[in-house]
Every structure is written in structure tokens, then in C-alpha cells.
């Protein structure tokens, strides 16, 4: 159990560390986020290929890529909104950031805990 809670926070971080790469497209005019974008949708669709060409079942990289992803879009849309906009919608942006957290906590623990469950 405790090997699953320190690969769950190793997971977490990991996608912190991606989200933060894109948010940091706030103050460097927004190159980090798109090639951020490009390479996680580059991956992702390298990875879904070679899920689906191995007869795996797509759901084992869908049930944490949803959340996962949905996080980073939100990451790149407060980016490309840019601070000015948030600067007069505050709470929105709380909101966003707040959400999006929830997204990354949820897509880490699913990578953990039930996409393993599928490779059995």
C-alpha cells in the first residue's frame, strides 16, 4: 500500500510538472504550452497506435488520458486567454486552476490504482 501512495505522489508531480510547463506559456509568449500541446498529442497518439495494434483495449490509456488531458487544456486555455483576462475574472481563474488540479489528482490516481488492473 505504501509503494502505491509514493507512486501515486511520483505520478502526481510528474503531471504537475507538465502543467506547470504550460502554464509558464503565460510568460513566454506561449512557446513551452504549444509544444507542449504538440508533443503530448504526438505521444498520445503514438501510444494509442501501439495499444490498439497489440490488441490491448484502448480503455487502459483512455480511463487516465481524460482526465489528464482535460487538465492540460484547461492549463493551455487560461494560458491563450492570457492574464489580462483573468486579471478582471479572478474567481474564474481560481476556479479553472482549482479544477484542473482536481483533474491532475484524479488522472494520477487512476494511473495508479485502476489502469494496472487492466494489464493482468
Do not use: C, W
Not at 6 to 23: C, E, G, K, R, S
Not at 31 to 40: D, E, K, R
Amino acid at each position: 500500500m505504501e509503494r502505491l501512495i509514493i507512486l501515486d505522489i511520483y505520478l502526481l508531480l510528474h503531471n504537475q510538472t507538465i502543467y506547470l510547463i504550460i502554464l509558464s506559456g503565460i510568460f513566454l509568449f506561449k512557446i513551452p504550452t504549444i509544444i507542449s500541446l504538440i508533443s503530448n498529442g504526438l505521444s498520445f497518439g503514438f501510444y494509442y497506435a501501439g495499444i490498439r495494434s497489440h490488441g490491448i483495449s484502448s480503455i487502459t490509456i483512455l480511463l487516465h488520458a481524460i482526465p489528464g488531458l482535460s487538465a492540460v487544456f484547461i492549463g493551455a486555455l487560461i494560458v491563450f486567454k492570457g492574464l489580462m483576462y483573468y486579471r478582471n475574472n479572478k474567481v474564474q481563474f481560481v476556479k479553472a486552476i482549482f479544477f484542473s488540479e482536481f483533474l491532475l489528482l484524479m488522472a494520477a490516481a487512476l494511473e495508479n490504482y485502476i489502469t494496472p488492473n487492466y494489464f493482468k
